[in-house]
């Protein structure tokens, strides 16, 4: 009788994992054994990267939202996440579901009535307690939640998707590097760029299961009347939602993912609609229409805008809520834009951005304003000004607008219901994520590894709470973006490299010899191709095949009453003109031309045509100033049929009045 033991298996990049870990672990004995000195830290460099580089995060937000603005409305739209004749792994509303629950789910619940409360006893620039307060504060939560947020999220994961799909590369951050680094992406820097991917992706969520957390805790707190808001309370809370998300890990995106983001989403939908009834229904749908118009008509001064020119006051407010968002989109790009590719193979470019950019925003447009202007409405109507007074608890401020409604037991439930579970799905698809960077894509890996993924962020989340709270957590966002957000800028580089790539080998059309040839002499065709054409072999070329078949038509045209002549330029050149009165004449031209072999040709002793730097083709060209081609295949006949198509298409355009004009205009030779 023999016995057997199953291996202990993983897929971690070690490269990867052993340095993350190593700086997760070393912050964590830190905020563990001095708190105080870990949340001044935090802080005193949250100061230096607002001070010295916010400029950098509102330049490099606005160009990604230009950039994917521009590649959707280009012809590289058209390209497919995948081969060309790929599907959608997942249905449009399954996949628009995991979007929003993956991206903001716990966010829109945090800063849903705490964000425009707070911009509206603080405005950055309008009179508090005005009604353009109340418009700019709608107007800069619509910006913080809208399309910028998303274009972050939707480089990242486009550059993603497209390189592991397009170029079936691994689901990593480093393979967005390929167009740059080649096969360096397999050595130390591609290792440090998906270091800093994990350290930035675990910190991001980290903050965002923060603020969930105390969310959580002040709804219980809330409902129930029992105490959740103490520390031990929290971290209680953390520990029972990092094993409901290693559970629904564990089951993969297919299953436990994609059945809490669609069950998220209807709870959503439920809510919001409960308040847009509850509430002041008239003025939101009308607070809805005008907030569109507002963003829409100040979007771009909104993107470059970094209030150099307002006071002091201003500047501040804009590091404290813009940068910091930015920052936090920019924390949470490795996670949401992984995740957003991971289940975006089979869709276009075009219909992956305009899905990515608008749908999701679009929502959060709805939800902030219900919930926002709701909350407006109520502060400024019903409980005179009783939510501004309690805006600086924004852990509560949520369940306190809820009373103000009917059922506000039942709807605070619901709250906390929806919470725990965008609580659950950001920790759950976090840890797939997450494990995904760690093992450089490796479809394979083992549960116990998304388990041990799980319980590190929850171990993050718990530790930076205890170290300073809050801002302990906010601060600690920033300082990690700043990093990934100059690997972002290299990705976006390198994507337009991999697109350029791809159009390219797309429009390579066969040579024209090509469309003459009927496969006979293919051994002579063959031979041509593995051999490196030199000058000699064009001269051979010309002497042989182009003088012949030039004079052959030559003799008929002059034989037919039209004047055609063959004229030998120089050694590398010559042409068939045909005369033709007051029109451009035709010209049916080929040069001898050189081209460089591409250094990384020549290194490859695999391809043909790499044994000499330069190779040298026979070329057409035309006085009409189109681009000419190479001939060197031709035989003959075929080079007989090519010039006697091109006299065709001139003799058909000239007979055309619309181009006319170009046919009296002067040759180009």
């Given at each position: 009788m023999t016995t057997s033991t199953l291996p202990t298996r993983t897929t971690f990049c070690w490269p990867v994992v052993l340095p993350s870990m190593a700086l997760v672990l070393a912050l964590l004995m830190f905020s563990i054994f001095s708190p105080g000195d870990t949340e001044q830290i935090f802080i005193s460099s949250k100061t230096w990267v607002t001070q010295y580089f916010s400029w950098f995060y509102t330049l490099a937000v606005a160009g990604f939202v230009i950039l994917l603005l521009g590649i959707a409305m280009s012809r590289y739209g058209k390209i497919r996440l995948g081969p060309d004749d790929a599907e959608p792994e997942f249905r449009f509303s399954s996949w628009i579901a995991m979007l929003f629950a993956a991206g903001m789910g716990v966010g829109l619940m945090y800063f849903g009535v705490g964000e425009p409360i707070q911009h509206l006893i603080a405005p950055p620039t309008a009179a508090i307690g005005t009604p353009a307060a109340a418009r700019e504060a709608m107007l800069m939560t619509f910006f913080h939640w809208g399309i910028h947020a998303w274009a972050i999220y939707a480089v990242v994961g486009l550059v993603l998707a497209y390189f592991g799909f397009r170029y079936n590369l691994p689901l990593t951050i480093r393979s967005g590097l390929y167009p740059i680094l080649k096969q360096k992406i397999h050595g130390p820097w591609g290792?440090?760029?998906?270091?800093?991917?994990?350290?930035?992706?675990?910190?991001?969520?980290?903050?965002?299961?923060?603020?969930?957390?105390?969310?959580?805790?002040?709804?219980?707190?809330?409902?129930?009347?029992?105490?959740?808001?103490?520390?031990?309370?929290?971290?209680?809370?953390?520990?029972?939602?990092?094993?409901?998300?290693?559970?629904?890990?564990?089951?993969?995106?297919?299953?436990?993912?994609?059945?809490?983001?669609?069950?998220?989403?209807?709870?959503?939908?439920?809510?919001?609609?409960?308040?847009?009834?509850?509430?002041?229904?008239?003025?939101?749908?009308?607070?809805?229409?005008e907030n569109i118009g507002n963003y829409l008509a100040n979007i771009v001064q909104l993107t470059f805008r970094n209030f150099t020119y307002e006071a002091a006051n201003s500047e501040g407010w804009?590091?404290?809520?813009?940068?910091?968002?930015?920052?936090?989109?920019?924390?949470?790009?490795?996670?949401?834009?992984?995740?957003?590719?991971?289940?975006?193979?089979?869709?276009?470019?075009?219909?992956?951005?305009?899905?990515?950019?608008?749908?999701?925003?679009?929502?959060?447009?709805?939800?902030?304003?219900?919930?926002?202007?709701?909350?407006?409405?109520?502060?400024?109507?019903?409980?005179?000004?009783?939510?501004s007074a309690s805006a600086g608890n924004v852990d509560a401020l949520l369940f306190a607008f809820l009373d103000y409604l009917p059922w506000a037991g039942f709807s605070s439930a619901l709250a906390i219901v929806l919470i725990a579970i965008f609580f659950v799905t950001s920790a759950d698809s976090g840890a797939l994520v997450i494990d995904n960077i760690a093992s450089r894509g490796n479809p394979k890996s083992p549960v116990w590894q998304r388990l041990f993924w799980a319980v590190i962020l929850g171990l993050v989340a718990g530790c930076l709470l205890t170290a300073g709270g809050l801002k302990a957590l906010q601060a600690m966002t920033i300082v990690?973006?700043?990093?990934?957000?100059?690997?972002?800028?290299?990705?976006?580089?390198?994507?337009?490299?991999?697109?350029?790539?791809?159009e390219l080998h797309s429009r390579q059309k066969l040579s024209h010899a090509s469309n003459f040839w009927n496969g006979k002499q293919w051994r002579k065709r063959l031979a041509q191709i593995l051999r490196q054409t030199d000058q000699a072999d064009v001269h051979r070329f010309f002497a042989e095949t182009v003088t012949p078949a030039m004079y052959l038509i030559e003799q008929e045209l002059t034989q037919r009453g039209v004047k055609a002549q063959v004229q030998f330029i120089d050694a590398d050149t010559m042409q068939l003109v045909v005369e033709q009165d007051q029109l451009r004449d035709f010209v049916y031209g080929v040069k001898c031309t050189q081209q460089a072999v591409p250094d990384f040709a020549l290194a490859n002793e695999a391809l043909p045509l790499s044994s000499q730097p330069v190779t040298f083709e026979p070329t057409t060209y035309f006085v009409d100033g189109r681009k000419g081609y190479d001939i060197q295949y031709f035989t003959e006949e075929e080079l007989l049929a090519d010039i006697l198509k091109q006299y065709e298409r001139h003799l058909s355009l000239s007979l055309n009045a619309d181009a006319a004009l170009l046919q009296h205009a002067p040759s180009h030779r």
């Open positions: 290792h440090a760029v998906d270091v800093f991917a994990l350290c930035g992706t675990i910190f991001g969520i980290a903050t965002t299961l923060g603020y969930g957390v105390m969310q959580l805790s002040a709804g219980l707190s809330h409902v129930t009347g029992w105490d959740f808001g103490g520390i031990h309370m929290q971290l209680g809370l953390i520990v029972a939602v990092v094993v409901l998300a290693g559970l629904s890990a564990a089951s993969g995106v297919g299953k436990g993912v994609r059945i809490l983001s669609e069950v998220n989403l209807l709870l959503a939908i439920a809510l919001l609609a409960f308040v847009l009834i509850a509430g002041p229904t008239l003025y939101l749908l009308g607070a809805f229409s804009y590091q404290g809520w813009t940068i910091l968002y930015w920052a936090w989109w920019i924390s949470w790009a490795p996670f949401v834009g992984m995740f957003i590719a991971r289940i975006s193979r089979g869709r276009t470019i075009r219909e992956f951005i305009i899905g990515v950019l608008v749908i999701p925003a679009t929502f959060n447009f709805l939800w902030m304003t219900v919930f926002g202007n709701a909350a407006i409405w109520i502060d400024t109507n019903v409980a005179m000004g009783a939510l990690a973006a700043l990093p990934f957000a100059v690997v972002m800028i290299l990705l976006c580089w390198g994507l337009l490299k991999g697109l350029r790539a791809d």
